[in-house]
């Protein structure tokens, strides 16, 4: 049974990648931004949202996970067989996010998405400098410690 976890900054493709693989193997989906907001720019608490990913994890055999939120990806890396951490550079991530589509799950309306997006890309720009459970050195961390099936998929590698 294939459990995938997929992470890494705002805008590295996560969302595209998962949605694919969801497709390809007939795998249940779950965003992990679609659990961790209370609404708009309020974080549930999260031992919330843990109790959430976990009630997915045991509801269903195999499925696809992706965030970036480093707390709960290191409780979902004890439940997958397979990591990828999609790491394409800034860059990428910022040109991604200028051509993301609507997301509703997120946003009342596409102008309210746009309004976010300057907030947003400065977030992008942290990445590599930020300390938080968002932070590259947080995700690499979770990375280079998995001892299973794990690829990073850099700006040589994702074609999204």
């Known amino acids: 049974m ?3 976890l997929v992470f890494g900054n705002s805008g590295s493709g996560k969302s595209t990648l998962s949605r694919h693989l969801s497709v390809q193997h007939d795998l249940p989906y779950l965003d992990l ?3 961790c907001w209370a609404s708009p720019g309020v974080r549930k608490p999260v031992e919330d949202s843990t109790i ?3 009630e997915f994890i045991n509801a269903n055999s195999a499925w696809v996970i992706e965030g ?5 990806i290191e409780v979902v890396s004890e439940y997958c067989n397979e990591m990828i951490f999609l790491n394409p550079g800034i860059e990428a991530c910022l040109d991604n996010n200028r ?3 609507w997301e ?4 009342p309306s596409k102008e309210a998405q746009d309004k976010n997006l300057a907030m947003l890309q400065d977030w992008v720009k942290e ?5 938080d459970e968002y932070s590259y050195e947080y995700h690499q961390n979770i990375f280079t410690t998995f001892e299973g099936n794990k690829k990073e998929l850099n700006e040589k590698h994702v074609q999204l």
């Open 2 to 4: 294939k459990k995938i």
């Open 33 to 35: 931004d679609t659990i």
């Open 52 to 54: 959430e990913v976990i």
């Open 68 to 72: 970036c939120y480093g707390s709960l």
């Open 99 to 101: 051509k993301r589509p």
């Open 104 to 107: 509703p799950h997120k946003y």
């Open 127 to 131: 990445y590599e400098n930020r300390d």
